[in-house]
Each structure stands twice: as C-alpha cells, then as structure tokens.
C-alpha cells in the first residue's frame, strides 16, 4: 500500500526565517512555495534525495498548525507517506478500524491528494497518505 516516504512535515513559525538554513546551509533544493488556503497554511517543499521536506507556517491562529505551534513549538508535525490510489487505502484502513481525520481525500500542496490518520491510531505520530499523481 506505501510507496515511500513522501515527505516529513515541520512546523514553523516563519518561513522566512526559516528557510535560510534549509536552503543556504543544509543545502535542500526549494520546489516550491504555495499557500494552501484548505489548511490555512503557507507551505514551503524542499527536495532531498526522492524524499522532500514541508515546512509548514500558519496564516491565521486557527490553522491547525497554529494550534499544533501554541502546543508544542515548532518541530516535526507529521509524516507523510505516498500511496498510488488514496482513496482504496483509506477505505482499507477504515474498514480494518483506524481513525481516520479525513476520511475522503482532500487537496494539498501542489496538486497532491492527502488525507490524514488520527493520531490515536498512531500512538502520536500525525500520519498523512499523499497521493501525487491523479
Ligand atoms: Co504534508
């Protein structure tokens, strides 16, 4: 059911000042930037090796990752993992009983479809399914 690891996502408070030392020191090629209105969030893809990196930064407090923010502070806030048919994987892992946050597909950055698991299903670990290619 699981391709690869797509991409890890981390919370951060400013993408600005943030992205230097993903950029200029790590030395990640940027994909990217978008905002993804679905999520209130501004999104940075950094590309490393055939994995990437989301930086995630809120663009109003009730974004979720506003919320995840106030809670923890900036860090890792989920993984993200490819799948071919989203749709038929989270309609096997309802049917095996895992919560699920959406349980149809919704857009993401970049022309994706992603979909996440609730973390009670994953001992804490936000877990996304992306699908890239539709
Ligand atoms: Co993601």
């Not at 905002?35 to 090796?49: C, I, S, Y």
């Not at 806030?77 to 048919?85: I, N, Q, R, S």
Request: with cysteine.
């Amino acid at each position: 059911m699981l391709k690869k690891i797509n991409h890890i996502g981390i919370a951060v408070t400013s993408l600005e000042e943030t992205l230097p030392f993903y950029r200029d020191n790590l030395g990640m090629a940027v994909q990217g930037i978008e905002e993804v209105a679905d999520q209130k969030v501004k999104v940075a893809m950094l590309q490393v090796g055939e994995s990437k990196i989301e930086l995630l930064e809120p663009t109003s407090p009730e974004s979720p990752v506003a919320r995840f923010l106030e809670k923890n502070g900036p860090g890792i806030h989920h993984l993200a993992y490819e799948v071919d048919d989203i749709a038929a994987a989270l309609a096997k892992l309802e049917n095996e009983g895992t919560r699920l946050i959406d349980r149809t597909p919704r857009k993401g950055a970049h022309g994706t479809l992603i979909a996440f698991v609730h973390p009670k299903s994953s001992q804490g670990a936000l877990t996304e399914l992306c699908q890239t290619s539709h």
